[in-house]
């Protein structure tokens, strides 16, 4: 089974609106982190927001925000006024484990039009 | 701070040939990683290390080595590279703590 499914391959937002990335994990560890990061088309990673298993609210770091949901095991990356400078590839991640390990989904392109 | 370096950048091998790429972090990460990105397939784990000499397998290893002979660094083999080994190539580390996972900036390596 995939530990990470984004399920939107391809995303359009209009410039300086909300855009809602899809991600859903799988674990039995009551332990994990869940992560977002940004890859733009230059090819580095960047890291966006984590969100602990045991973090009581959601996550948030200047315009982004982790719409974290443990029961349905969802953690959706919300983007708020959205700028030209956020097209990129989008990759939701999860940390689980003794060995610490992460996995990645198979990401999000996100194309932000003016 | 240089935080994750890759070496090299960018590589064409022959099929049947080998190569190493150097993964050096200066964090003093115990647990450092190797993925490799297809398009369409996100980043897989190839090998990992929870700690200086310790080297395990992740998700895709076939075809790869590893080895960590020392804290900072992290090394990748191809001992006989094929073209399903083209790829980009990121290395990572974390200090094993809920802390994000720190990347190097990719190597593209093509096998003709």
């Known amino acids: 089974a995939q530990k990470i499914t984004q399920t939107q391959p391809g995303m359009f937002v209009q410039e300086k609106e909300a855009v809602t990335l899809d991600c859903t994990y799988d674990?039995?560890?009551?332990?994990?982190?869940l992560f977002w990061y940004k890859q733009p088309s230059s090819g580095e990673m960047i890291f966006l927001i984590y969100q602990g298993s045991y973090d009581q609210q959601n996550a948030t770091e200047g315009r982004y925000s982790l719409n974290f949901q443990k029961a349905r095991k969802s953690a959706n990356l919300v983007i708020s006024a959205s700028q030209l400078g956020d097209s990129a590839m989008y990759f939701c991640a999860m940390r689980e484990g003794n060995f610490n390990k992460f996995y990645f989904g198979s990401g999000t392109k996100l194309n932000v039009k003016p | 701070n240089a935080g994750v370096t890759q070496t090299p950048k960018f590589r064409v091998l022959k099929t049947g040939q080998s190569m190493t790429l150097l993964c050096a972090q200066d964090m003093n990460h115990e647990y450092m990683y190797w993925y490799r990105q297809d398009p369409g397939m996100g980043l897989r784990l190839i090998h990992y290390?929870?700690?200086?000499?310790?080297?395990a397998k992740g998700e895709v290893p076939d075809g790869y080595n590893v080895s960590r002979l020392k804290k900072q660094n992290f090394l990748l083999g191809l001992e006989s590279a094929a073209p399903s080994q083209t790829s980009v190539y990121f290395c990572a580390s974390n200090p094993g703590r809920n802390t994000e996972a720190f990347f190097g900036q990719g190597t593209r390596l093509t096998v003709v």
């Open positions: 674990t039995s560890d009551p332990s994990y982190g």
């Open positions: 290390s929870v700690g200086e000499g310790t080297t």
